[in-house]
């Protein structure tokens, strides 16, 4: 049955972090019709933390093609070199347009955008707005889609249960649930794109936010989408021991150091070339190195100091101002008056819902997803900084794009509520359950704890095979795991309890390909297996999910356009 007042858009976008708000943007632009949904206020999405900045060649002195080998590289030779060419390319008049539209990029003393270092970078390509960039840009995408009241229905604080697909397998429309009220509804839309952000609360700690638990992810996996690259999981090299809160790479790209119990710059052992400035791979084993061989600093010698001292107070001041708060704050340190202790933490994920440089997802038609929750693969094994905003730019309005003209062509379809009664079911049964046995709390706190402990910077055979038993075992344990809240009004621990579900399934996927993946190569270091092993390895792994919930492996090719693996030394 179909309800008269059912929502019908040409397309619907869920999530309203950049991706889906630049998809919004474009495909309004482009005249469709387009309602974008999110389970936080839009400018609450985990985009508003982005720090450091965006990657773009707009130098005189620079290339794109400069950036997108210095993004081959990083990528370890995993990434997609035609989305890398692509989106490199496409960069400068991207900032250009954010910068026309309102956002007020740092400049220099003659006026023009100013540019900062950033790691994995062969010169100064970073644009900024002092070390709150996301939330810069987030803001002003905002007030951009305000302007399209006519035609972009904004739903603020749903939350997405499902995706629903016709007979055919074509995805039509989605169910959510209204958090303020409990209410379900199904929506239709000739387009679904998933722009809902990353995976990071499977890891514990980890810099992302509360909410970045994998939902679209697991949501296309669970419609019979394939998911990519999902063995890799970038460790930043500075997070604050205490907590996991980020201390932006912008910090090393002003200049800090990075210094070992001795007081040593020990990046001169590991990458003599760019020093602090080595991909975050790199950085990440060669600080777990120091740590794990005795030389680091702290009570249990579990971390780094990063030395911002020898960045001008001046400029620690007005270009990193965030963090000044942050070190005050969350560990009591003044930065530009002596080191902080960091060291690697959780803090994004290159793997996603395979897509093609469209944001297309292969075998599900009407299917995009585009920015974090995304696999272009643009970042292959190890994504360089600031590249994540300008993923999720380039190929969220490109999304956006294709979707609007492709629903040109097509009649709007009638999503069935099928779905909607079973995950409606699926929440009275979750709210009903005895107060006995697991809190989904715990079962989130083993699975974060587990992940961190077994699949960080080193990885081996036995580890992983721990982790997997785990979260198996995880798994079994969430089914009858019980919750709080019995209410309908803002209950977010009958969420929780399905976010859980999500991120079970990513983990199991990220388990299943780390061990799948018996090289070292980008952010994937098995200590078992330490070389990268192009013969058999130069090739991403595909997990679509069999019939019994388990995770099924394939591969596929990368694709090479001007660049041919080397030795990747900084
Ligand atoms: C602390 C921090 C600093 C960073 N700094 C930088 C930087 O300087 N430069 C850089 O390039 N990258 C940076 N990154 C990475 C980058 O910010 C993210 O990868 C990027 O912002 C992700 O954007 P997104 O639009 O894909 O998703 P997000 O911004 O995470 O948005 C996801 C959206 O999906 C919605 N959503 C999720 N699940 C559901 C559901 N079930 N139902 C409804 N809505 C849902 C959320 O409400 C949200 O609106 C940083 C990341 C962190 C954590």
Request: net charge negative; aromatic share 6%.
């Amino acid at each position: 049955m179909v309800r008269p007042s059912m929502p019908a858009h040409d397309v619907l976008i869920i999530g309203a972090g950049l991706a889906g708000q630049r998809a919004a943007l474009a495909a309004a632009d482009a005249g469709a019709t387009v309602a974008i949904m999110s389970k936080v206020h839009p400018v609450r999405s985990h985009s508003v933390a982005a720090a450091g900045g965006i990657n773009a060649a707009i130098n005189v002195a620079d290339d794109w093609r400069s950036h997108a080998y210095d993004t081959v590289k990083g990528s370890d030779f995993l990434g997609d070199q035609d989305a890398i060419e692509i989106m490199c390319s496409e960069a400068p008049k991207e900032v250009m347009h954010l910068e026309h539209i309102g956002v007020t990029f740092h400049r220099n003393e003659t006026g023009e955008l100013d540019l900062r270092a950033f790691g994995g970078a062969s010169m100064k390509r970073t644009a900024y707005v002092a070390d709150i960039t996301g939330q810069a840009i987030l803001h002003v995408l905002y007030e951009q889609i305000m302007k399209y009241s006519d035609r972009v229905d904004r739903y603020e604080e749903w939350f997405t249960t499902s995706l629903v697909l016709d007979d055919d397998g074509a995805c039509v429309g989605v169910v959510a649930r209204d958090i303020r009220t409990g209410v379900m509804e199904t929506f239709s839309a000739k387009n679904v794109i998933l722009a809902s952000g990353g995976a990071g609360q499977c890891f514990k700690p980890t810099t992302n936010g509360l909410i970045c638990t994998g939902d679209g992810i697991a949501q296309a996996y669970r419609a019979g989408a394939p998911i990519m690259d999902m063995e890799m999981i970038q460790y930043h090299p500075t997070t604050l021991v205490e907590n996991g809160f980020l201390i932006t790479e912008g910090a090393r790209g002003e200049g800090a150091h990075l210094l070992n119990a001795a007081g040593e710059r020990f990046m001169e052992k590991y990458a003599p070339n760019k020093m602090e400035l080595a991909s975050r791979d790199v950085v990440s084993r060669a600080e777990q190195t120091e740590i794990n061989e005795g030389r680091g600093v702290g009570p249990n010698g579990e971390g780094i100091y990063l030395d911002i001292t020898v960045v001008p107070k001046k400029r620690t001041l007005e270009a990193l101002r965030e963090i000044v708060n942050i070190g005050k704050d969350f560990a009591g340190v003044d930065i530009t008056a002596e080191p902080i202790m960091i060291r690697p933490g959780q803090h994004y994920i290159m793997g996603g819902v395979k897509t093609d440089v469209d944001g297309q997802v292969p075998g599900v038609p009407g299917l995009y997803a585009a920015g974090e929750v995304a696999c272009v693969s643009v970042h292959g094994g190890n994504r360089l900084g600031a590249n994540s905003l300008l993923d999720t730019l380039i190929f969220g309005r490109r999304s956006g794009e294709h979707a609007a003209a492709r629903a040109a062509g097509l009649p709007m379809p009638a999503a069935s509520e099928a779905q909607m009664r079973d995950d409606a079911a699926e929440i009275a049964s979750i709210i009903a359950r005895p107060r006995e046995g697991r809190r989904i709390s715990e079962i989130k706190d083993e699975l974060g704890t587990t992940m961190n402990d077994n699949v960080a910077v080193f990885r081996d055979e036995a580890k992983l095979q721990h982790a997997h038993e785990v979260v198996r075992r995880l798994k079994e344990e969430a089914k009858t795991a019980y919750i709080d809240d019995r209410g309908t009004v803002f209950n977010q621990d009958v969420l929780g309890a399905i976010e859980l579900g999500y991120m079970l399934d990513c983990s199991e996927a990220t388990v299943v390909a780390a061990i799948e993946r018996k090289e070292s190569r980008g952010a994937q270091f098995r200590t078992d297996y330490p070389e990268r092993n192009d013969d058999e390895w130069l090739k991403h792994i595909d997990i679509s999910r069999n019939g019994d919930d388990t995770p099924h492996i394939s591969y596929s090719e990368v694709t090479f356009t001007q660049w041919q693996p080397e030795e990747r030394k900084y």
